[in-house]
Structures are given as structure tokens and as C-alpha cells.
């Protein structure tokens, strides 16, 4: 195994850690609705622009309009499709932060974490393909939407009446899996064509804007009223930047 596959499994667990450090602040650090909501428009913004400006840009280049287009659709219909199942088993609330998982399925739960997680790790990973570098903005973007997503989720299921336990065992095996999912989406697609490679990158950002518009954002909205949306577009503009200083 190679120093980039390496790296690739490494930067998947930096991203992907910051969900067990929400979910202890879930857990263990009290914090309002209010704050809460903030944080989540902050990093919702921060990762529309990652994904605009680090995975579609990417995608574009290295597949053209085509693995570009055709991606993205797919990312987004396939999460959608996989989030209407999980919702439908019992994991529709999964993110929410005032107990509404409560009645719902563990495994629908642990699955929606995947299901959101995944993605994104296997964008990071991609990122290194055909001799490129990791994208630190994406992984600073994942990094920072990671927390309230765990911190809100990990407060709702405490809510719901998990266990503390059963609740940093699962956001314990989504950061895992994160990790090897960036490190088998390397090992996987080393050596295939510019245009697969774009294709995949864009199909991960169309399941992170489906994510981040079925689930994170409405949940700061309805928590944080009118203002989440001048945070969205704060977080947007500091993405952008970070995004033009690295390169």
C-alpha cells in the first residue's frame, strides 16, 4: 500500500473524527437550540462552496460536462432514494437535536449516518487520484460540518432515550468507516480514466447537496429562524476564500 493510499485513509479519518468530537459536545456540553442551528448554517455554507469550488470545478476538469453532469444527477438521485428507505425504516429524524429519533430504528439511524458520511470521505480520497493533492478546503469543510451534524444528532438520540454508549459506538463506527471508505475509494478507482474519476467526484457533491438540503439545512431554519441565512452565506464566503488562498 502506497503513501497516497495511505494518506488518502488518513485525511478520510481527520475529516470523518470530527463527528465523535460533536457527539461528545452533544452528549456532554449543553448548548442551545439557538447556537446549535448557527454553527449548522456556518458549515452548510462552507461545504456548498467546497463542493462548488473543490469537487464540481475538479469534476469538470478532469471529465468534462459530461461525467460532470451525468454525476451529479446520480449522486443526488441515488441519495435521495437511499434517504426515502432509511427514512421509511425508521431513520428520518436522525439528525434532528430535541429527541424526535425517539421510537425510531438503530439501524435506520446507523445507516443514515453512513449514508451521509460516506460521500464525503470518498471525495476526500479521490481527491489524490492521477498525481493530485488532498483538497485541505474540502477537508476543512467536512471537518467543520461534521460537528453540529454529530452534536445535533448525538443530543436528539440522548433525547430519544439512547444510551450514551450505543450513541459514541455508532458515531465511533461512522468515523471507521469514513476512513476506509476514503482510503478503498482511492485503492478502488486507482488508475481508471480522468472521466470516471469525475464522474465520481461529482456524484459525491450531488449527495452532499441533497444532504445538506433535505436535512441540515431545514433543521437550521426551523431553529434558528431568518438569520441562518446571512450565516450560510458567511460560511459560503470563507470557503471561497480558504479556496483561492490554497490555490
Given at each position: 500500500?502506497?503513501?497516497?493510499?495511505?494518506?488518502?485513509?488518513f485525511?478520510?479519518?481527520?475529516?470523518?473524527?470530527?463527528?465523535?468530537?460533536?457527539?461528545?459536545?452533544?452528549?456532554f456540553?449543553?448548548?442551545?437550540?439557538?447556537?446549535?442551528?448557527?454553527?449548522?448554517?456556518?458549515?452548510?455554507?462552507v461545504?456548498?462552496?467546497?463542493?462548488?469550488?473543490?469537487l464540481?470545478?475538479e469534476?469538470?476538469?478532469?471529465?468534462?460536462?459530461?461525467?460532470?453532469?451525468?454525476?451529479l444527477?446520480?449522486g443526488?438521485?441515488?441519495?435521495?432514494?437511499?434517504?426515502?428507505?432509511?427514512?421509511?425504516?425508521?431513520?428520518?429524524?436522525?439528525?434532528?437535536?430535541?429527541?424526535?429519533?425517539?421510537?425510531?430504528?438503530?439501524?435506520?439511524?446507523l445507516?443514515?449516518?453512513?449514508?451521509?458520511?460516506?460521500?464525503?470521505?470518498?471525495?476526500?480520497?479521490?481527491?489524490?487520484l492521477?498525481?493530485?493533492?488532498?483538497?485541505?478546503?474540502?477537508?476543512?469543510?467536512?471537518?467543520?460540518?461534521?460537528?453540529?451534524?454529530?452534536?445535533s444528532s448525538?443530543?436528539?438520540?440522548?433525547?430519544?432515550?439512547?444510551?450514551r454508549?450505543?450513541?459514541?459506538?455508532?458515531?465511533?463506527?461512522?468515523?471507521?468507516?469514513?476512513?476506509?471508505?476514503?482510503?478503498?475509494?482511492?485503492?478502488?478507482?486507482?488508475?481508471?480514466?480522468?472521466?470516471?474519476?469525475?464522474?465520481?467526484?461529482?456524484?459525491?457533491?450531488g449527495a452532499?447537496?441533497?444532504?445538506?438540503?433535505?436535512?441540515?439545512?431545514?433543521?437550521?431554519?426551523?431553529?434558528g429562524?431568518?438569520?441562518?441565512?446571512?450565516?450560510?452565506?458567511?460560511?459560503f464566503?470563507?470557503?471561497?476564500?480558504l479556496?483561492?488562498?490554497?490555490?
Amino acid at each position: 500500500m502506497g503513501n497516497s493510499a495511505l494518506a488518502a485513509g488518513f485525511w478520510g479519518f481527520v475529516g470523518g473524527c470530527s463527528l465523535m468530537i460533536g457527539a461528545v459536545i452533544g452528549l456532554f456540553v449543553p448548548a442551545s437550540k439557538k447556537v446549535i442551528a448557527m454553527v449548522m448554517a456556518l458549515c452548510a455554507g462552507v461545504l456548498v462552496s467546497s463542493v462548488a469550488f473543490e469537487l464540481m470545478d475538479e469534476a469538470f476538469r478532469k471529465g468534462g460536462f459530461d461525467a460532470a453532469s451525468i454525476g451529479l444527477l446520480l449522486g443526488a438521485v441515488i441519495f435521495y432514494i437511499g434517504d426515502q428507505i432509511i427514512e421509511s425504516r425508521g431513520g428520518k429524524h436522525r439528525k434532528r437535536s430535541q429527541g424526535q429519533q425517539s421510537g425510531g430504528s438503530s439501524t435506520a439511524i446507523l445507516l443514515g449516518a453512513l449514508m451521509d458520511g460516506i460521500p464525503e470521505s470518498v471525495a476526500i480520497g479521490v481527491s489524490l487520484l492521477q498525481g493530485g493533492k488532498v483538497g485541505l478546503v474540502m477537508v476543512v469543510a467536512v471537518f467543520l460540518s461534521n460537528i453540529p451534524e454529530s452534536l445535533s444528532s448525538a443530543s436528539g438520540m440522548q433525547k430519544a432515550g439512547h444510551s450514551r454508549k450505543f450513541i459514541l459506538a455508532v458515531w465511533a463506527a461512522v468515523v471507521a468507516i469514513s476512513a476506509a471508505s476514503s482510503l478503498v475509494g482511492y485503492l478502488v478507482l486507482a488508475g481508471v480514466s480522468g472521466n470516471i474519476i469525475g464522474g465520481i467526484q461529482a456524484f459525491a457533491a450531488g449527495a452532499i447537496l441533497t444532504m445538506l438540503a433535505s436535512t441540515m439545512m431545514p433543521e437550521a431554519f426551523q431553529e434558528g429562524g431568518a438569520i441562518v441565512g446571512l450565516i450560510t452565506t458567511g460560511g459560503f464566503l470563507l470557503s471561497f476564500v480558504l479556496s483561492k488562498l490554497q490555490g
